[in-house]
């Protein structure tokens, strides 16, 4: 049976997560080491300890949560044997999830990832004043009816479809004015629900311009290898593995949509019939079931999910 390994983004955080991993197994422990050395601080603290407004800003939540896919990445491939090169068709990842599926795939070492998502997370903060930007979730429309609705929204301002998550869930992403009537727009459409995000800047939109030259600037610098695995990318939702192209979606993801569901509905068609997702939460998990109804979904943070994942392969 075809696996995908799948990797969460913003969102999924929580306090003390990837602990228990770090506690049970000294690989896990080991990215964790590897992050605070990159970074020249202990993250390891605000992951464990909080508090929780600290580990939600984005400059920390982003290295953050790759740091609990890698360790957990990490304790697959020690204790469970996984090879992502044999036992993997493709990677992926959410948003910020896509460098720790690069990361996992040898693209980036992991020192470089957590240098790249705290340049990401503070480029992404700085874009746009706090205030002047938003995010909304749409709930009930399909993709075409949301990002009509954003279109229509605009009126001169940027509002865009920013995730199309699948399951007609559609975020929204611009000024805060022109999502705020992407908001009424859909609910005049027949949207289920639809309302503002808890979130601090509009991310994958044109006001995050900035950011992307800043990524653009900061990749330059990086060191990018060919995956051991494709790594089907947010934005053009195909499997890509050319550095180049690596790095040049990248930067387009920044102010583009995350096309999620698109991504799931081409490694379905490919052949994948499992997920694993891995690290903190089960976001990815719960998405899978509205995209790829027949495809198997589990969710890997946990030393108990890891011997749940043990024991499934010995079973097969």
């Not at 984005?58 to 697959?76: G, H």
């Not at 790249?116 to 938003?134: H, T």
């Not at 009537?181 to 459409?189: G, M, N």
């Not at 052949?271 to 976001?283: C, H, P």
Request: charged letters at 20%.
């Amino acid at each position: 049976m075809a696996a995908a390994f799948v990797f969460p983004g913003q969102g999924s955080q929580a306090v003390g997560m990837g602990k228990a991993l770090a506690e049970a197994f000294p690989a896990a422990r080991g990215v964790f080491d590897e992050v605070d050395a990159a970074l020249g601080e202990k993250l390891s603290a605000v992951i464990w300890e909080g508090p929780a407004e600290r580990l939600t800003l984005t400059e920390n939540a982003q290295p953050a949560l790759m740091a609990v896919s890698l360790a957990a990445m990490r304790v697959l491939e020690t204790e469970a044997g996984v090879d992502l090169e044999r036992d993997a068709k493709f990677v992926a990842g959410h948003s910020l999830g896509e460098y720790s599926a690069l990361a996992a795939a040898g693209a980036f070492s992991i020192g470089d990832a957590a240098r790249l998502l705290r340049i990401r997370g503070n480029a992404m903060q700085k874009a746009v004043p706090v205030g002047e930007g938003a995010m909304a979730a749409l709930l009930g429309l399909s993709f075409e009816e949301a990002a009509a609705a954003a279109a229509e929204a605009a009126q001169g301002q940027v509002c865009q479809a920013a995730n199309d998550n699948g399951g007609g869930q559609v975020v929204v992403s611009g000024n805060r004015a022109a999502v705020e009537r992407a908001v009424e727009i859909a609910k005049a459409k027949g949207a289920k629900r639809a309302m503002l995000l808890p979130v601090s800047a509009p991310f994958h939109c044109a006001l995050m311009q900035p950011a992307a030259d800043a990524m653009a600037e900061a990749l330059g610098r990086t060191k990018v290898k060919k995956p051991v695995v494709p790594v089907v990318a947010n934005v053009v939702a195909q499997p890509i593995d050319d550095p180049q192209e690596i790095v040049k979606r990248l930067v387009e993801q920044v102010t583009g949509t995350v096309r999620w569901r698109e991504c799931v509905e081409t490694m379905a068609k490919a052949g994948v019939a499992q997920f694993y997702e891995v690290g903190s939460g089960r976001v990815l998990t719960g998405l899978l079931k509205r995209i790829a109804a027949g495809a198997a979904g589990a969710s890997i943070g946990t030393p108990e999910d890891v011997a749940a994942f043990k024991a499934r392969e010995l079973s097969n």
